[in-house]
């Protein structure tokens, strides 16, 4: 599990998906199968996003600490930066200064994929908690044109 990508689930979706209309008793049973499946995933990438807003918590302020002068030569080189050379910024200029930053855009493109992921989970349930109400009623309505 620990390498599923949001692709690789929405791929299984794409399958999981398919109702076959000539087994509805069978696709009524794997309604729950399905939930707990995504439900899976769903834990999974709430776990990876959560972990990624801390590590983005964590860099922000270790860039604030750079951006203003205020880090020592071990922390410097355990990042592998240089000392900072430019004035010490106002807060607007900072915030700036971390909008436009590499490492601060690499982690917070890798939470709005998370985000991503994580709503395309809710989306999936949202979906089968529906397809089991769905299935149940043409089930029945299948039982009473047959007469049983």
Not at 42 to 53: D, G, M, S
Not at 74 to 80: N, P, R
Not at 112 to 132: D, F, H, P
């Amino acid at each position: 599990m620990a390498d599923i990508t949001v692709e690789d689930m929405l791929v299984e979706w794409k399958n999981d998906a398919i109702i076959n209309e000539a087994e509805l008793s069978r696709e009524i049973i794997r309604v729950p199968m399905l939930h707990s499946k995504y439900l899976e995933y769903y834990i999974h990438f709430k776990r990876l996003l959560a972990k990624a807003e801390s590590t983005k918590n964590k860099l922000g302020w270790t860039k604030r600490k750079y951006f203003r002068g205020e880090m020592d030569l071990s922390d410097l080189k355990k990042h592998g930066w240089s000392q900072w050379n430019g004035l010490k910024p106002s807060t607007s200029e900072l915030n700036q200064l971390l909008e436009f930053d590499t490492d601060m855009n690499d982690i917070a493109r890798v939470v709005a994929e998370l985000k991503t992921a994580v709503s395309g989970c809710e989306y999936v349930m949202n979906q089968l908690k529906s397809r089991e109400y769905s299935l149940k009623t043409v089930f029945e309505y299948q039982k009473y044109l047959s007469g049983n």
